[in-house]
């Protein structure tokens, strides 16, 4: 395991080899996706950051902390509602503008979008449960919008469930008659894993990561839950976690350094959170009979009929 005191001084190292680096991330308005954001401009003396979310009114504030973190970085924010694939294919759109308007290409591209539903299938105008759609089909439809845009080297991290990969219910890729909490995280998970496998098998040059960042305390559960539920997650499970779990801004800055070490080569690498490469036996079996294909293909029908509806 890397400490958190080395991680920190390999990213301060950046500053002399990295002078400029464009990111792309997704799910960065909180947690541990504003952490490694935070961590991007800190570390990077001209840093290009275009960062997607729902509300440029509500990140104002932390665009302002961007500029104080480093004021020669240029952070440009795009307002889009991403738990649709359509509105993912428009802001992507957008981001190639951005990018050729500046003539630049994506150095890193960090995906942590997403929550886990407590209610249950949560159906969205796709006909995808949002929560799953957040969490794996809108990551693998951005990297494969934004793939062309890419740099030679580039790395493309998402950050959820490396090394945390469970069984594909088979017969239900989607999980409309099979949704469960449990089902919701493991199943997308090595799903997400295959499909970086595919990308990784046909974009050479490129490094594709699925992080796992461990038990963190970012108040997720207690914005995830309703109810009864939600009463505990905020008021019991939360203040627990904050004592035992580690910082956001100790994360966002592993997911930096994971994000540009040379310790993982290039193609498809799942990592525990400590940056140690995990396959368990259950990922290993989906890589043996080859099932990145039928994810691959299930990915598509997916997507196509979600822009048909």
């Not at 005191?5 to 002078?19: F, G, H, P």
């Not at 976690?241 to 994360?251: G, M, N, Q, V, Y």
């Not at 498809?268 to 043996?288: C, F, H, I, M």
Request: charge should be neutral; include cysteine.
């Amino acid at each position: 395991m890397v400490a958190i005191r080395e991680v920190r001084a390999a990213n301060s190292s950046l500053k002399s080899s990295k002078q400029s680096l464009t990111a792309v991330f997704t799910g960065a308005t909180s947690g541990i996706g504003k952490a490694t954001l935070q961590a991007f401009a800190r570390h990077i003396p001209h840093p290009t950051a275009i960062i997607v979310g729902r509300s440029q009114k509500a990140f104002a504030p932390e665009l302002e902390h961007l500029k104080a973190i480093n004021p020669n970085g240029t952070y440009i924010f795009l307002e889009e509602d991403i738990s649709l694939i359509k509105n993912i294919d428009a802001v992507s759109k957008r981001i190639a503008s951005s990018l050729q308007e500046k003539n630049l290409k994506i150095d890193l591209l960090f995906l942590s979008q997403g929550y886990i539903s407590f209610n249950g299938r949560e159906t969205n105008a796709d006909g995808l449960d949002t929560s799953v759609s957040l969490r794996y089909y809108g990551r693998v439809r951005f990297a494969q919008n934004l793939l062309p845009y890419t740099a030679p080297d580039a790395r493309i991290v998402s950050i959820l469930a490396g090394g945390q990969e469970a069984k594909i219910i088979e017969d239900d890729l989607d999980l409309e008659k099979n949704y469960s909490v449990g089902n919701a995280m493991g199943h997308p998970a090595c799903m997400l894993t295959l499909s970086w496998d595919a990308f990784a098998a046909q974009n050479s040059d490129k490094t594709f990561l699925h992080v796992f960042p461990g038990l963190t305390s970012t108040g997720l559960l207690g914005r995830s839950a309703t109810g009864v539920l939600g009463f505990v997650m905020r008021w019991v499970v939360e203040p627990i976690l904050k004592l035992t779990a580690s910082r956001p801004e100790d994360i966002g800055e592993r997911m930096l350094y994971y994000a540009t070490t040379g310790e993982s080569g290039k193609g498809s690498w799942s990592l525990g959170w400590d940056g140690t490469p995990k396959e368990n036996e259950v990922l290993k079996g989906y890589r043996e009979r080859g099932f990145k294909d039928m994810v691959v293909e299930h990915n598509e029908r997916m997507f196509e009929r979600a822009l048909a509806r």
